[in-house]
């Protein structure tokens, strides 16, 4: 079946442009997580949804960041006034649900998908 | 500020020898994932070990997860050039209230053939 897709898969923009990224979870996935990536590191969690709700968004930098997820499905992350230092991989991934199992929380499986490579000029 | 830091940094081999991979942490996790990223692609999942001194196989790939869940490893043997990629370690939190995952910085593989 289809993976997670990300679009575009590469944008340039200028200093102080709006920027928007599009994820296209897996059917049926319920969370969904955005992540960005620097050059040469791991991924860094940036916001995380459950259904239609950012259940965590301590990883967005600053209020520059924001993403949404209206209908449950579909995330924009969104990047206001881009800094040079915004340049990075944006990846998404989706899950399905994460549940308490023993008392304990489950981390369920997250599918990435190819990231969108965003250049701030 | 990442808590997870992967050993070597780079690695690059001839095809046939065998390697072993590090992530150290000095925090506890309930769970640490191995994951494979190609150039272009996110991450792929490659293991889930849970308890503490867990070893898990996959064909020449072995995982462990160290006693105190702190830290863990991954061991190839006789490498091969499809082994090349970045190879990440990820935790998940102890207490299970993080959703997120925190990755290392990753080493990258090189096999030579």
């Known amino acids: 079946g289809a993976g997670v897709s990300q679009t575009p898969s590469n944008k340039v923009t200028e200093k102080g442009k709006y920027v928007e990224l599009r994820c296209d979870p897996i059917?049926?996935?319920?969370?969904l997580y955005w992540y960005r990536q620097s050059l040469g590191q791991g991924p860094e969690f940036l916001i995380y949804?459950?259904?239609?709700?950012?259940?965590?968004d301590s990883g967005l930098p600053n209020d520059r960041f924001f993403a949404v997820r209206p209908e449950g499905s579909v995330s924009t992350l969104k990047i206001q006034r881009t800094e040079r230092g915004d340049s990075a991989v944006y990846l998404c991934?989706?899950?399905?649900?994460?549940?308490?199992?023993?008392?304990?929380?489950?981390?369920?499986?997250?599918?990435f998908g190819p990231g969108t490579r965003l250049l701030v000029l | 500020t990442q808590l997870l830091e992967q050993s070597p940094q780079f690695l690059s081999i001839q095809e046939g020898e065998n390697l072993t991979v590090y992530c150290n942490s000095s925090?506890?996790?309930?769970?640490l994932q191995w994951y494979r990223q190609e150039p272009g692609e996110g991450p792929v999942l490659l293991v889930t070990?849970?308890?503490?001194?867990e070893v898990k196989k996959l064909k020449r790939l072995t995982f462990q997860f160290g006693d105190a869940r702190k830290d863990s490893s991954l061991h190839i043997t006789a490498a091969q050039p499809g082994d090349t990629g970045l190879y990440l370690c990820?935790?998940?939190?102890?207490?299970?209230?993080?959703?997120?995952?925190?990755f290392g910085s990753g080493t990258q593989l090189t096999v030579l053939p």
């Open positions: 059917s049926g996935h319920t969370a």
């Open positions: 925090s506890v996790f309930s769970s």
């Open positions: 991934a989706s899950s399905h649900s994460w549940f308490r199992r023993e008392g304990r929380g489950c981390q369920e499986t997250q599918y």
């Open positions: 949804f459950q259904g239609t709700g950012a259940a965590d």
């Open positions: 990820a935790g998940a939190q102890r207490d299970g209230s993080a959703r997120q995952l925190t």
């Open positions: 070990v849970v308890t503490g001194g």
